[in-house]
């Protein structure tokens, strides 16, 4: 399934309302169209990989914000229902199962399967 992704910034009501099975919490892109967090940069290549797949999990990034919005405590996905603290990080919908960081890089095929 193709893998959606957000408006940039998301809000948290779009954010609810989606109907993917994993929702991949990224950094926001800047002017020139790339990532400012390095961990997503690292990570956004096996993200499109996994997620692209025809007979793939369904995913959505959501887009955090730019950096100075996130580092704030009242970035609107750090709180709930999302709790997201770092980025990236994967959520599993239907049990609220994370990897953050660089787990994505050594655990996101597996944990897609379980």
Do not use: H
């Not at 993200?47 to 704030?72: H, M």
């Amino acid at each position: 399934m193709p893998l959606q992704e957000s408006p940039d910034p998301a809000t948290p009501a779009w954010a609810q309302d989606v109907k993917s099975e994993y929702l991949i919490f990224f950094s926001s892109r800047g002017e020139s169209g790339k990532l400012w967090c390095p961990d997503c940069v690292a990570v956004e290549d096996l993200v499109k990989q996994t997620f692209e797949l025809v007979e793939g999990p369904s995913g959505t990034i959501v887009y955090v914000g730019q950096r100075s919005e996130w580092k704030t405590t009242s970035n609107p996905f750090r709180s709930q229902p999302w709790n997201v603290q770092s980025v990236p990080t994967v959520v599993r919908i239907r049990d609220g199962a994370r990897l953050v960081e660089q787990e994505l890089g050594e655990k996101l095929k597996s944990f897609i399967c379980e």
